[in-house]
C-alpha cells in the first residue's frame, strides 16, 4: 500500500500522516508512506514495524506493487494510479484535486475520505473497503486498460495539434 500526499506546499500534514500510522499499524498490507519535504520523521512518533516512511518513494514503481493508493488525487498521482490499476482513497487538500476525487469516487474507482471527522479507524476501514471491492478492481481494469490504450503524451499532442491547425478548428487565421 502506498499514501503520498504529492510534492505541494499543502503537504505538511503530520496530524494526517500520524493517524494513517494508527489506522494501518499491525494491518496485513506493508506500508510505504512519503510524508514529503515539510514533515520530519521525528514529527511521527513511533513507527510501526510494518510501515516505512521516507520523503519520497519512486511512485512509479511502488504504485506498480500497490493494493490500494492514499492519495492527495492530484492529477499526476491519479493517472499514475489508474494505469497501474490500484484502488485510490481520495484525501484532496485542493479544488483540483477534490474535483478528481470526486469523479474517482463518481466511476467507482476509489472512495473519498473527509477532511473532518477523520480518524485512524476510517482510514483504516476505507483502505480494507477500497482494496479489497470486486466492484472497484473490475471498473479499474477497464480503466487501467483505457488509460493505456490512449496514446500519452505523444496522441495528447498531436490532438491538441489537430484543434489548434487552422484548417480542422474553424478558428479564423490572421494573416
Same mark, same amino acid.
Given at each position: 500500500?502506498?499514501?503520498?500526499?504529492?510534492?505541494?506546499? &499543502?503537504?505538511?500534514?503530520?496530524? /494526517?500522516?500520524?493517524?494513517?500510522?494508527?489506522?494501518?499499524?499491525?494491518?496485513?498490507?506493508?506500508?510505504?508512506? +512519503?510524508?514529503?519535504?515539510?514533515?520530519?520523521?521525528?514529527? &511521527?512518533?513511533?513507527?510501526?514495524?510494518?510501515?516505512?516512511? @521516507?520523503?519520497?518513494?519512486?511512485? !512509479?514503481?511502488?504504485?506498480?506493487? +500497490?493494493?490500494?493508493?492514499?492519495?492527495?488525487?492530484?492529477?499526476?498521482?491519479?493517472?499514475?494510479? !489508474?494505469?497501474?490499476?490500484?484502488?485510490?482513497?481520495? /484525501?484532496? &487538500?485542493?479544488?483540483?484535486?477534490?474535483?478528481?476525487? @470526486? $469523479?474517482?469516487?463518481?466511476?467507482? !474507482?476509489? $472512495? @473519498? &475520505?473527509?477532511?473532518?471527522?477523520?480518524?485512524?479507524?476510517?482510514?483504516?476501514?476505507?483502505?480494507?473497503?477500497?482494496?479489497?471491492?470486486?466492484?472497484? @478492481?473490475?471498473?479499474?481494469?477497464?480503466?487501467? +486498460?483505457?488509460? $493505456?490504450?490512449?496514446?500519452?503524451?505523444?496522441?495528447?499532442?498531436?490532438?491538441?495539434?489537430?484543434?489548434? +491547425?487552422?484548417?480542422?478548428?474553424? !478558428?479564423?487565421?490572421?494573416?
Amino acid at each position: 500500500m502506498f499514501i503520498s500526499l504529492g510534492t505541494t506546499p &499543502l503537504n505538511d500534514r503530520p496530524d /494526517f500522516f500520524r493517524m494513517c500510522l494508527e489506522g494501518l499499524a499491525g494491518t496485513v498490507w506493508e506500508v510505504a508512506m +512519503a510524508i514529503g519535504e515539510r514533515v520530519e520523521e521525528s514529527e &511521527l512518533g513511533d513507527i510501526p514495524d510494518n510501515i516505512e516512511v @521516507r520523503p519520497f518513494f519512486p511512485q !512509479l514503481e511502488v504504485l506498480a506493487r +500497490a493494493d490500494a493508493f492514499l492519495s492527495h488525487t492530484g492529477m499526476n498521482s491519479t493517472m499514475e494510479a !489508474l494505469y497501474f490499476g490500484v484502488p485510490l482513497v481520495a /484525501f484532496p &487538500l485542493q479544488p483540483e484535486q477534490g474535483a478528481n476525487a @470526486r $469523479r474517482v469516487e463518481d466511476l467507482g !474507482l476509489g $472512495r @473519498r &475520505l473527509p477532511l473532518e471527522g477523520l480518524s485512524p479507524e476510517l482510514i483504516r476501514e476505507t483502505v480494507l473497503d477500497v482494496s479489497g471491492d470486486e466492484a472497484i @478492481r473490475g471498473k479499474l481494469e477497464a480503466m487501467s +486498460a483505457r488509460v $493505456r490504450g490512449s496514446g500519452g503524451a505523444p496522441a495528447a499532442a498531436d490532438a491538441i495539434e489537430g484543434f489548434l +491547425a487552422p484548417s480542422a478548428s474553424g !478558428l479564423p487565421v490572421q494573416a
